[in-house]
């Protein structure tokens, strides 16, 4: 099995809040922690740009972050300055549930010439059992028509459309519903947090599969992400993130998995931004991580469910490559390393 080793190192994820309209069954973590503060947000700008790539990107995270809009503009305003100063171009990605937004903020931040993450698990079935609004009821028809206007406009922008084993089997019907309202860009990811059946995760990856040979049969080519990205496995995420709190963290644990794996916490732990005077610092080496991880949780409930998000990312990568092989999806931009050898048989 591959992994990407990230050679890049020029993005950064910035949670300038952890609250949110949706109580997804998959994030485990403590919503109720302050905002980021505008001089924390500062800082991580700072940071970032001492990163030895001349083009940087700032990727505004949470909970969500359209809740704190005054944050994602300043820190827009104040990234463009600091990037001028250093000699740098910077761009903007927005991850968001789309609840938030309107006509007149899709505007805004289309003029900001943002990059979209749409996070949509597919039918309103499917959404109301896996994102639930956390004061009950339902905005699907409202939340799916901004994922159609942006998919129509013109900007760029992704559907990140995440599977959990209780809906594998629709993983064919919920990518086709958003194919049918034009979305032809997307990314799949398996839940983690839980641990995956062989029979489940096999319905997974049939599912897309299936979704693809659709696509193709009616004569379109959608992008997707996954084997190009190469950021499987996903808990072993290589982009940095910064905590409203200004604490540091790698990997996708912050803040999705923090309550279910406590013992993974302290390893992707990376310190705190007044720690830390160089982006560099942030670098990671994933096999190592990888191994530590596995270390941290072995003999614990927490086992299962790293070996799981492990595994799914390496059939995860073994898979996109075959789809790249039959033509249904684009190759990868960066090489690959082997992954730890430990692992190859988890």
Known sequence: MNIN????????????????QLDCVYCQFDRTRPAMTKDTLRKAV???MTARHPEVKIQFFGGEPLLRMDLVMEGVSY??????????TVGFIVTTNTFALTDALRAKLDAVGVVWILSFDGDADTQDDQRPLRTGGTKFGSAFEQIGKIARSGAPYLVNMTVTPEHADDTERNALRLLDAGVGAISFGSRMGTDWTDECAVAYFRGIRSFLEEARRRGIKPFVLNPVGRDEP?????TPNVD???????????PSLEKLLPSVV?????GRLEEMTEFEQLRVDRAELWRRMREAVRGTPEQ?????????GQLSNAFF??????GLCPGPAVPLVPAPEETADA
Not at 11 to 20: E, G, N, P, S
Not at 244 to 254: C, E, R, W
């Open 5 to 20: 080793p990230y050679h890049e190192h020029r993005q950064l994820l910035i949670m300038v809040t952890r609250a949110c």
């Open 46 to 48: 700072d940071l970032l």
């Open 79 to 88: 990234a463009r300055a600091a990037a001028k100063r250093a000699g740098k």
């Open 234 to 238: 996903m808990i072993v995420s290589p």
């Open 244 to 254: 409203t709190d200004g604490t540091v963290y790698t990997g996708s644990v912050i």
């Open 266 to 270: 302290p390893i992707v732990r990376l």
């Open 304 to 312: 299962a469910v790293v070996e799981s998000g492990l595994r799914m």
């Open 321 to 326: 490559d075959r789809m790249v092989e039959r």
